[in-house]
């Protein structure tokens, strides 16, 4: 696990190298919310908050992001993050467009299963991508190959994006939200 600046901001990884009857176990857990889900009548899971309580080791990673964001930004660790965190699983030809989010803090996201399929890459844009090409050398995203078990945050004002993913699985991720529970100047 690594905290480095790019575009002088601060991104964190982790990638967790769980057992493969540990990955079964929180595939399992978050399949079966799923499936609680669809059950209930929720057409469209990534539309759902839901709480990651219930998953303890992945609470945790979360935690440990956020934690981590905040000591690169010398702010004190005192944010929610029980609010806006949905499961989303992606198929075949879906993607995410670029996006950043203004109601948030930051954000996280942990790779469940990543399907059968090198596709459905994360971008993260520097956040100076609207600026002149000269001013802003090289790409003005970095792309990020999704594993299981990689955890990735970022201050909201990161845009990202996730390219199509063209694998026949169902692939899987958790996304959580940050918000500071008070304002530090």
Aim: charged residues 20%; aromatic residues 12%.
């Amino acid at each position: 696990m690594n905290v480095q600046s790019y575009w002088e901001t601060p991104i964190y990884t982790c990638q967790y190298e769980d057992s493969e009857e540990d990955q079964k176990h929180i595939r399992t857990l978050i399949e079966a919310k799923m499936a609680d889900m669809k059950a209930s009548g929720v057409t469209n899971i990534a539309d759902q908050n839901v709480n990651f309580n219930g998953l303890p080791k992945i609470e945790e990673r979360f935690r440990l992001a956020f934690d981590s964001l905040c000591e690169a930004y010398d702010h004190p660790k005192n944010y929610n993050m029980q609010d806006l965190n949905i499961i989303n699983p992606m198929n075949f030809g879906e993607f995410k467009s670029v996006h950043s989010h203004d109601v948030i803090d930051a954000f996280a996201v942990f790779y469940v299963n990543v399907g059968n399929s090198e596709s459905g890459k994360l971008r993260l844009y520097d956040p100076r991508w609207q600026s002149k090409k000269a001013f802003a050398p090289g790409k003005p995203y970095m792309e990020i190959q999704p594993t299981n078990g990689l955890v990735i945050a970022a201050p909201y004002y990161v845009w990202h994006e996730v390219t199509p993913y063209l694998g026949s699985e169902t692939r899987i991720s958790l996304v959580c939200n940050m918000t500071f529970n008070e304002i530090v100047e």
